[in-house]
């Protein structure tokens, strides 16, 4: 491809300032005018293309920083121009025009690289939403892993499968794609959600988490969309729901299997149509939202079972991003286990500990049936139980769980010496561990918690998912 020209004009103190150029491709010359008015009212140069082979020869003659084309022009489709951008013009943004109701063009489109699409008639508002967002995305060379060096929790490791992961997200960073998270829990999907959102041209807007299994079914409605003051006993106040609080940003849906049917078809209409109503009010209102889902179900059974709705799940999964199970990567447990006892040392205060080799020996060739939130519990409660600098293997108290070597097959939770399932025995020992420090501060929790080098909080979530009362009693 020939070097692309930059197209610039003088500023008033005599400086260079670069005009943003975009390039518009459609046959239908209203739609034509109507997008080039609306995109120089922003301050936008524009250059015109009613063809394939002239948009192609535009782009490999000079430099664009956005593409709009239509899907249907006369010497072919538009998915061809998206797939010749991908292909040709690394970092270039490029947005589809599709016909009103034809969103399997539009899944089409994104799935072959397009950063996002717009449904005819096209709303001007979402056009200028699209080419902002479009326009604010990072330089391919500026990329981070998200949150590195900030103090934020990064996705860590080396290992192959690892550096696939993080070159996925930075690919899918650069799109406003839904995307469908797979993994088994705790393994990390959240936070590869975050990744997503902080690397995008979202990152300075609200990344809004939301558990869907945590959500009774009759306050699902209003969760999501919000209401009006006065449109049910209780509504006191108009209050914004999670789409509208999530407005400019991403929205992730974690658990998303657990989301009742009458609901997936309500979150069905907002994502094609992207507007909300609030409950109680008559108008719709738009909302720019990017979808990413999770669920360590698999949600293509779910579908065969009838349990989620198949139209949801193909708008859901437009692309999926599969996250590893930490025994898959146990070349990176000792990089992963040093970041946390790290983060864990300095969140209690506690000078810095180390783990001694034996033990990160034990920890590589560990199962992790619960992936690094098990991972982090083993050493939350290893620095509660051990005041030694160094961490040896019997500090870990692996000893009940089955090992196994890097290269074996997944193993189900081992039982423990007592015929406990494995999480029943973790529970047991943390139990235990509550109930002596609660006896030793006389039922402090406060005094208790800084014992056990963990926040206030965190003990009292842990006593309440233990069915412990302040007596330490069941």
């Known amino acids: 491809m020939s070097k692309h020209k930059e197209r610039t004009t003088r500023s008033t103190d005599g400086g260079k300032s670069t005009i943003p150029v975009v390039l518009v491709v ?14 120089v009212r922003m301050g936008l140069d524009v250059e015109r293309a009613m063809t394939v082979s002239d948009a192609r020869h535009l782009l490999d003659s000079r430099h664009f920083d956005l593409c709009l084309t239509d899907m249907r022009l006369p010497d072919g489709e538009g998915l061809e121009l998206v797939r010749h951008i991908v292909d040709h013009c690394t970092g270039l943004p490029v947005a589809v025009i599709t016909a009103y109701g034809t969103t399997e063009n539009a899944v089409a489109a994104l799935k072959a690289g397009a950063f996002d699409y717009l449904a005819k008639p096209v709303s001007l508002e979402q056009l200028r939403s699209l080419v902002k967002s479009a326009l604010h995305l990072l330089p391919l060379q500026a990329k981070t892993t998200a949150g590195s060096g900030n103090g934020k929790r990064v996705l860590l490791g080396e290992s192959p499968p690892m550096q696939q992961l993080r070159a996925m997200i930075e690919k899918l960073a650069r799109s406003q794609a839904p995307i469908y998270i797979s993994g088994e829990s705790g ?17 300075d807007k609200p990344f809004i988490p939301v558990n869907c299994g945590a959500i009774p079914e009759n306050l699902m409605e209003s969760e999501f969309f919000g209401y009006r003051k006065g449109a049910f006993t209780g509504a006191d106040t108009e209050r914004d729901g999670f789409f509208q609080a999530a407005d400019g940003g991403t929205l992730f849906l974690d658990e998303v299997a657990d989301l009742p049917l009458i609901m997936q078809v309500k979150l069905l209409r907002v994502i094609q149509e992207k507007r909300v109503r609030k409950i109680g009010s008559a108008q719709e209102e738009n909302v720019d939202v990017r979808i990413i889902s999770a669920t360590h179900q698999k949600l293509s059974e779910c579908v065969e079972n009838g349990k989620f709705r198949q139209d949801l799940y ?16 146990s070349e990176d447990i000792p990089l992963i286990a040093n970041s946390i006892l790290a983060r864990l040392c300095q969140a209690s205060g506690r000078s810095g500990c180390s783990l001694s080799p034996a033990a990160l020996a034990a920890l590589a060739h560990y199962a992790f049936p619960g992936n690094v ?22 500090g870990l108290q692996l000893a009940a769980v089955k090992e196994v070597s890097p290269d074996a097959p997944a193993l189900p939770p081992a039982a423990s010496g007592d015929g406990l399932p ?6 047991q020992l943390e139990k235990e561990s509550i109930i002596e420090v609660l006896k030793k501060t006389k039922y402090n929790r406060t005094a208790a918690a800084r014992l056990l080098g963990i926040t206030v909080r965190s003990m009292r979530y842990r006593m309440e998912r233990l069915g412990l009362n302040d007596d330490g009693n069941d």
């Open 26 to 39: 459609d046959d239908e010359s209203d739609i034509l005018e109507l997008l080039e008015l609306t995109l």
């Open 187 to 203: 393994s990390g999907k959240e936070l590869a959600a975050r990744s997503i959102h902080e690397n995008s041209a979202r990152r």
């Open 373 to 394: 939130r098990e991972l982090e519990n083993i050493l939350e409660r290893t620095l509660a139980l051990c005041p030694d600098a160094e961490i040896e293997r019997d």
């Open 422 to 427: 494995l999480q029943d025995y973790l529970d």
């Open 314 to 329: 193909y708008r859901l999964n437009v692309i999926e991003l599969k996250m590893p199970a930490l025994r898959e990567i």
